[in-house]
């Protein structure tokens, strides 16, 4: 059976069967121009806010409470963790599979918790749709983290899911589980883990402090094996977790990203000398500058610079000069800009699920345009001024792009606007619903629907998908997984941008 060799932070979730590739890449080394005025709100960013924190809704794995609102979805692996006799149901599945992924779950709920922590306040009526989003997310994180040193790390075989075209309802291929542990580390996922859970608790703190005090209580003790038994997750479940979600970038990223959000949640001056203690050797002067579910190390520069910036930490002025030189790769017509575009203004990173960068990006631009408003600072890129004020505007670029304000005039947001996907590689969304289709699809039956070309029956709406390629195409092919498929870790810091941008133009 062919296997794909993922691209780093991507998710490539297409039949095993269908296709061959050995390319194995790095994340780093690859996984609005109709100059709208400034004032004047192109979109209805409430609108996609509100969409974009809905399509975790049609994600969900488990049983289904019963204020559901996307409601062609029913309770779905409903025995996960019997194999190992332990209570794992519940979670999101990641993209248009049925596997459940812990990796990039725990970055997903390290996102989404950000976005909240970030523009919760903005929110409004959304705040508490946002936060089921990430509690729905952090109970199951509870349940893998419950014993101690140990982490189940994915629930389903890569494999054979991918083997069939099933919805999650129907699910018959094996829901093995997988873990680790003392023996065999898994540092990368359980250090995003304790993020994970760290992010959440601030999240929580005021809404549900008891709760919030058992998400900082497990990131402690989850951080402490991630840092205790150091290793990478791909060494030990090589077989189980690649080419699917491997780690490329290592697992010090991840080392430094967890204490950082630790050191935030708790204030704990252990995890300030962690990090200055150990900044170094974990990579915090490293030149990559790309942010995604594998590597972390742009965010957590964003994230302390924060400490230095607000707080005035001043042991931690360095992170502020790495996030400056982030900032300065990514601002175009700058000496210092890296970053490429499509000629329709696109942020491009990679071919395959592109967009995961773009949202990524324009979060940590309105993040740190907030961090810099408040210290009453600018970037010098290279005698280039960069004012909070230009980070925000690329930074809505780059939504609007997603939006509709492109050469296709689409949007890349399932069911906004009034063209958008229609044909997304997404089992659940593909099929038809247990509604109107109550016996079951089984493994290759449904295949008959992948390769039709008729639109999905079942609109997945706020699903952001891969996206165009460099040259603003896109074909809406279901088999096209890589810019036809959604993700959670696409949507997750989209959720902060627009919530920033509903309510600078008066939405919210």
Same mark, same amino acid.
């Given at each position: 059976?062919?296997?794909f060799?993922?691209?780093s ?11 061959f590739?050995?390319s ?12 709208h005025?400034?004032?004047?709100a ?5 609108d ?14 488990g ?12 309770n779905?692996?409903l ?14 599945y990641?993209a ?5 992924f812990g ?5 997903t709920?390290?996102?989404l ?6 523009f919760g ?5 959304e ?5 089921q ?32 075209w099933?919805?999650?309802?129907d699910?018959?291929?094996?829901r093995?589980?997988?873990?680790? %542990? ?9 250090a ?10 601030l999240?929580?703190r ?12 497990r ?7 991630a840092?205790k038994?150091r ?28 204490a950082?959000w ?16 150990n ?5 915090? %002067? ?37 996030a ?8 175009p ?6 970053a ?9 990173t990679m ?6 960068y ?14 810099l ?6 970037v ?11 980070l925000r ?19 890349y ?12 590689h ?6 038809p ?23 999905n029956?079942n ?11 460099q ?6 092919q ?5 810019q ?9 810091p989209?959720v902060g941008?627009?919530?920033?941008l ?7």
């Amino acid at each position: 059976m062919a296997f794909f060799y993922y691209l780093s932070c991507s998710k490539l979730a297409l039949l095993v069967l269908l296709c061959f590739t050995t390319s194995l890449l790095h994340c780093s080394a690859h996984s609005d121009h109709h100059g709208h005025h400034p004032h004047f709100a192109s979109y209805n960013y409430r609108d996609a806010l509100t969409k974009s924190i809905l399509f975790f809704e049609g994600q969900r794995s488990g049983k289904l409470p019963p204020n559901q609102r996307i409601t062609w979805r029913r309770n779905s692996a409903l025995s996960d963790g019997s194999a190992l006799h332990v209570d794992l149901v519940g979670g999101y599945y990641d993209a248009g599979d049925n596997v459940k992924f812990g990796f990039p779950m725990a970055f997903t709920t390290t996102m989404l918790s950000w976005s909240v922590i970030e523009f919760g306040g903005l929110m409004k009526g959304e705040l508490q749709n946002a936060r089921q989003a990430i509690r729905w997310a952090t109970n199951y994180l509870l349940k893998a983290t419950a014993y101690p040193d140990t982490i189940f790390v994915q629930v389903g075989e890569a494999g054979s899911d991918h083997a069939c075209w099933e919805r999650p309802e129907d699910m018959d291929t094996p829901r093995s589980v997988f873990k680790i %542990d003392k023996n065999t580390p898994g540092t990368e996922v359980a250090a995003e883990t304790a993020a994970a859970l760290s992010a959440a608790s601030l999240v929580f703190r005021k809404s549900d402090p008891t709760y919030s005090n058992l998400l900082v209580r497990r990131a402690i003790r989850v951080f402490e094996f991630a840092d205790k038994y150091r290793g990478s997750y791909s060494d030990g479940l090589k077989n189980i977790v690649c080419p699917f979600y491997c780690s490329y970038s290592g697992y010090q990223d991840e080392l430094l990203w967890g204490a950082a959000w630790l050191h935030r949640a708790t204030k704990n001056s252990f995890y300030l000398n962690y990090i200055q203690r150990n900044g170094q050797n974990l990579g915090a %002067d490293q030149s990559d500058n790309t942010f995604c579910w594998d590597n972390k190390h742009v965010g957590a520069r964003i994230l302390l610079s924060k400490a230095f910036l607000v707080q005035k930490l001043q042991s931690l002025h360095d992170y502020k000069s790495h996030a400056d030189n982030y900032i300065c790769s990514v601002v175009p017509g700058t000496p210092m800009s890296q970053a490429q575009y499509t000629p329709g203004g696109l942020l491009f990173t990679m071919s395959d699920s592109n967009m995961q960068y773009v949202t990524s990006t324009s979060f940590l631009l309105v993040t740190y345009a907030k961090y810099l408003t408040s210290a009453h600072l600018a970037v010098n890129c290279g005698g280039v001024l960069v004012t909070p004020k230009m980070l925000r505007n690329l930074a809505k670029k780059q939504v609007d792009y997603l939006l509709g304000d492109n050469p296709l005039k689409m949007s890349y947001m399932v069911g906004y606007g009034t063209r958008y996907p229609q044909r997304i590689h997404h089992r659940g969304s593909s099929l038809p619903s247990m509604v109107v289709h109550p016996t079951k699809i089984q493994c290759s039956s449904g295949f008959s629907m992948y390769n039709s070309q008729n639109p999905n029956p079942n609109i997945l709406v706020g699903a952001v998908v891969g996206g165009p390629d460099q040259h603003d195409n896109f074909p809406d092919q279901r088999s096209d997984y890589e810019q036809s498929e959604p993700a959670t870790y696409i949507n997750a810091p989209l959720v902060g941008s627009l919530a920033y941008l509903a309510h600078s133009f008066g939405q919210l």
